[in-house]
């Protein structure tokens, strides 16, 4: 039987993404496949969205698919509670990372249906077809599919899909390092599976077609260049297809860094390099166990700089083994490779890591692994610390954090943000790092504007910044 399907993106605490959501596309490719009809609300990505109880008395739903972050539980609970009192008929099914790693913790969520853990896009449409409402939810837990069988996605089924200037492409899935922190082998598994390059570049001109602002595209793949000769043969293809639109690859490690490679990047319309340094202490750095050393990343990002391209790269506070001292080492590191942007993220001890072993038989763990980590993409602010040791306590942490973000100027102004920033300085007295971090800015927002120039996406992240600085955009309640 045909069903109205809803599938949602919730937009969590301040992030403002220019991506859409590319594993709600594939699915709602599997849902119209099997003659459903559907409607994705990215809260994250499009905020001309409209409330979620607007949504459901426009659509009637029968089924309503949301995915989740860890960080995003508080809002998915909310919206789950929306539908309920709407209509308490509307099945539900909560899918995404955090289903996938704490499936038990959502059991108790009145009016959720079904738990979706792994990769649902070969499941999808029996779910739909056979879901029912019921007591207490069921959790589906769903086998990996083959990579090869990756569908189109159909970002038309999108809220005002012809906004979308960012395309999120997958090459590949899955990570074969197995770095303290990182939960992808719970979540993608450690065996990395590629798709054929001609598809990858087939579904982005296909995207071209349907897409009119399209400006931009993502790699989103775990870690896209496990195999380099096959990365490299990417990069070449897509410069030959790409007519004008820039190219982004999220996840890359330092050895990927080749001076070859950049060359490749360079065509293909890349015009920054991410990476993950995690830490620039050398004893936090070690037991993180990354397979590569600060030498290696120190050498990536000198090559990254002098090759002319930006440099982004992740640390993390908080990690095993870190204190506050080790993290004033770490922000020295960070302006000693000199990455013109950072996100520096609080530590979250992810179910089946090495990490949140560590913390467990070493430290504290706190029950707020559900609050948000990231801050660069939204503004300043510190986010509550999910553990502590008797060397480095919940404050300290948060100071550290704090220091963190005004040493290396990695956040957005915005007016809200201002607030937490004097707050952070009195609560701290971090007054000179304040000062300085506060008369630089004007250096930092010309580099974040260059950077969206340069993808092409200025007036999409003009639109994005004062949109989420100036009105309370909808997070879908
Ligand atoms: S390289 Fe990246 S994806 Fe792979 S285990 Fe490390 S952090 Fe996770």
Redesign the pocket.
């Given at each position: 039987m045909k069903k109205e399907i809803l599938l949602i993106n919730p937009r969590i605490g301040l992030t403002q993404s220019l991506t859409p959501h590319l594993g709600l596309a594939v699915l709602a490719t599997r849902l119209e496949q099997a003659g459903h009809t559907v409607v994705t609300l990215d809260y994250s990505a499009e905020h001309s969205t409209p409330p979620l109880d607007e949504c459901l008395r426009r659509y009637e739903p029968d089924f309503v698919g949301i995915t989740g972050l860890t960080s995003g539980v508080g809002i998915v609970r909310r919206l789950i509670s929306i539908i309920g009192r709407y209509n308490e008929n509307i099945v539900v099914a909560l899918g995404g990372p955090h289903a996938t790693l704490y499936p038990e913790d959502l059991r108790a969520i009145a009016d959720l249906d079904y738990i979706v853990q792994g990769e649902a896009e070969d499941r999808i449409a029996d779910l739909v077809d056979a879901a029912v409402a019921g007591q207490f939810p069921e959790i589906v837990s769903c086998e990996r599919p083959p990579i090869d069988k990756f569908p189109m996605p159909s970002f038309c089924s999108f809220h005002n899909f012809q906004n979308i200037s960012v395309y999120p492409l997958l090459t590949s899935k899955g990570?074969?390092?197995?770095?303290s922190?990182?939960s992808?082998?719970k979540i993608t598994s450690r065996a990395w599976r590629r798709r054929r390059i001609d598809d990858c570049i087939e579904e982005v001109s296909e995207a071209r077609h349907y897409l009119p602002r399209l400006r931009h595209v993502r790699i989103i793949d775990?870690?896209p260049a496990v195999d380099r000769e096959r990365f490299q043969l990417l990069l070449s293809r897509f410069a030959e297809a790409r007519r004008g639109l820039s190219l982004e690859i999220v996840?890359l490690?330092a050895k990927d860094i080749t001076q070859e490679t950049l060359g490749l990047m360079r065509e293909a319309g890349v015009f920054e390099v991410c990476f993950?340094v995690?830490h620039g202490n050398p004893t936090v750095f070690e037991h993180i166990e990354?397979?590569e050393t600060l030498e290696d990343i120190a050498r990536a990002a000198e090559l990254v700089k002098s090759s002319g391209l930006f440099l982004r790269c992740c640390f993390i506070v908080g990690l095993p083994f870190d204190s506050y001292e080790r993290t004033l080492e770490s922000i020295e590191f960070a302006k000693k490779i000199k990455a013109d942007f950072i996100h520096w993220n609080s530590f979250i001890p992810l179910r089946g890591t090495r990490a949140a072993d560590w913390f467990s038989a070493h430290g504290r763990v706190f029950d707020t692994k559900e609050q948000f980590s990231l801050s660069g993409s939204g503004g300043f602010f510190v986010p509550e610390p999910c553990v502590e040791t008797d060397d480095f306590k919940k404050e300290d942490r948060k100071k550290a954090y704090a220091l963190a973000l005004l040493e290396t100027g990695s956040y957005v102004l915005t007016p809200r943000g201002l607030v937490e920033i004097l707050r952070a300085m009195f609560r701290y007295e971090l007054y000179a790092s304040t000062l300085k971090s506060l008369v630089r800015q004007p250096g930092r927002i010309f580099k974040t504007l260059l950077r969206f120039r340069k993808a092409g996406l200025l007036s999409g992240y003009a639109r994005r910044y004062f949109k989420g600085t100036f009105s309370q955009s909808s997070a879908g309640e």
């Open positions: 990570c074969p390092f197995n770095c922190f990182c992808v082998h775990d870690e996840n490690r993950g995690e990354k397979g």
